[in-house]
């Protein structure tokens, strides 16, 4: 099993640019959930994804976006991007009748705007 | 309102015991959860705690709830180097619904020979 894993490891980008960040989860998982973590600081919910379809939403503007695929794997969309997006995103994925909640996380994804 | 704290920074030596703690805020949170995180990399979750468990333990690892104080604890038993990280505590705020997961800042674990 090759757990969550997340493309690109890194990306530098400009401020005004877009990104699309992207997740497959552990095999048997079918929700995707993402977050950001900024430097010194616990992650923060964005947003999480079950049948293809955004479930619940963190405090973030719209320029955040993501995506559902039919095969679980999702994408995380900043647009216009801001000096303040530079982050390591996190991608987690978790099978949601699981009683647990047990969230598993890929390495992350570190955005860098210049 | 969500809110979880933890103290910034813990040292000890080899050998000891680690003792991490955690306040939470949300009463409703049906699972706590203790994660890993070493330098420039993911989350890896250690162990979580149903809320109406007391205690937990799992090898190395004794996890300690108090609902009334909404105190969480995670203790380390014979805290080795590789067991220095930054360490998150986390709690699901939603009763019943598998959903967001609430992080405090984390505590950085320093091992010292």
């Known amino acids: 099993d090759a757990g969550v894993t997340q493309s690109p490891t890194h990306l530098i980008k400009t401020r005004g640019q877009q990104v699309t960040l992207r997740c497959s989860p552990k095999?048997?998982?079918?929700?995707v959930s993402w977050y950001q973590q900024a430097l010194g600081q616990g992650p923060q919910f964005i947003f999480q994804y079950y049948e293809e379809e955004e479930r619940q939403r963190g405090n973030f503007p719209d320029r955040f976006s993501g995506h559902q695929f039919p095969n679980y794997s999702s994408e995380l969309n900043v647009n216009a991007l801001l000096l303040g997006d530079s982050a390591l995103y996190l991608c987690?994925?978790?099978?949601?009748?699981?009683?647990?909640?047990?969230?598993?996380f890929g390495p992350g994804t570190r955005l860098t705007v210049l | 309102g969500e809110d979880v704290e933890q103290s910034l920074f813990l040292s000890v030596r080899e050998g000891d015991s680690s003792v991490i703690n955690c306040t939470y805020t949300d009463s409703s949170s049906t699972y706590l959860y203790w994660y890993k995180q070493e330098p420039g990399a993911g989350l890896q979750l250690l162990t979580y705690i149903f809320s109406n468990m007391d205690m937990k333990q799992d090898q190395r690892l004794t996890v300690l709830l108090n609902k009334k104080d909404k105190h969480l604890s995670l203790r380390i038993a014979d805290t080795q180097t590789g067991d220095s990280a930054i360490y998150f505590c986390?709690?699901?705020?939603?009763?019943?619904?598998?959903?967001?997961?609430?992080f405090g800042t984390g505590t950085r674990l320093q091992v010292t020979l």
């Open positions: 987690a994925s978790s099978y949601l009748a699981g009683g647990p909640n047990e969230q598993f």
């Open positions: 986390a709690e699901n705020p939603l009763t019943g619904t598998a959903s967001k997961l609430t």
């Open positions: 095999s048997g998982h079918d929700t």
